[in-house]
């Protein structure tokens, strides 16, 4: 059984927690639909981290800040994840996740050209060994202002869209990466972006609305994190 810890970064607004849960019940949700012998712990990135040893691999969520904040837990968890990698751990990066294994790692992370994504976002996909079963393009709900703008060196690109070209990456069999949210339902995406609308503003709002009627692929995506968390180590 494998044992996958997740590092909180955030919490989701307590307006919508009672409704739609914190981000490790939504993760342990869609996770458990593709595999349900998963075991799962949670932990506040923010205030403390566990035992490196204690789980088999790490999975990053979310955040409404910046990799680049000056906030002292941010240099903690980037040690956290360095130890890790170095006990043969693995590690999904998910939005903020994504960010941070491409800042701290030697690529780049910056403010997004075409500002806020939201709504559902369409990726192309290019298909790796380690999945089990491939599609050419995958819908996720997004959420963010900042993007990956140069890959670590190393990765290895697997999705890009338009808006966003660097959607998720993997570094050798160790990381994983993904922009999009595949642990969002279409309902709190609708939820949270009627919360954030004036921050928004009213052309992206109704974009992102109208965008909600797609057919999303979360299953499929975290059915790949799980192959890439269950491939062998490269030697």
């Known amino acids: 059984m494998m ?7 955030d919490c989701v607004r307590e307006e919508l927690r009672h409704q739609y849960g914190d981000y490790p019940d939504m993760f342990e949700a869609v996770f458990k639909r593709v595999d349900a012998n998963l075991k799962f712990s949670a932990f ?19 955040s409404r800040h910046s990799v680049y904040d000056d906030l002292p837990w941010i240099p903690r968890l980037v040690e956290f994840v360095t130890q890790a990698l170095a006990r043969d751990k693995k590690i999904v ?17 910056g403010p997004a050209g075409g500002g806020w994504a939201v709504g559902v976002h369409t990726s192309r996909v290019e298909k790796k060994p ?27 690109l697997y999705a890009s869209n338009a808006f966003c070209p660097i959607a998720g990456f993997t570094m050798g069999s160790r990381v994983i990466t993904v922009q999009g949210h595949p642990e969002f ?17 009213e052309t992206v709002y109704q974009a992102g609305m109208a965008s909600l009627d797609a057919e999303l692929d979360s299953l499929v995506v975290v059915g790949w994190l799980v192959d890439f968390l269950y491939q062998e180590p490269a030697a």
Do not use: N
């Not at 990066?93 to 992370?109: D, E, I, S, T, W």
């Open 3 to 9: 044992h996958i810890g997740m590092l909180s970064t």
């Open 44 to 62: 506040d990135a923010q205030c403390a981290l566990p035992d490196v040893d204690v789980c088999d691999a790490y999975l990053i969520t979310g």
């Open 93 to 109: 990066g998910v939005c903020f996740g994504h960010q941070l294994m491409a800042h701290y790692f030697g690529g780049r992370v």
């Open 130 to 156: 380690w999945m089990r079963a491939s599609q050419p393009a995958v819908a996720l709900l997004s959420s963010h202002k900042d993007q990956v703008q140069a890959l670590p060196g190393g990765a290895s």
């Open 185 to 201: 339902s279409t309902a709190y995406a609708s939820a949270l972006m009627t919360l954030r609308r004036e921050v928004l503003g």
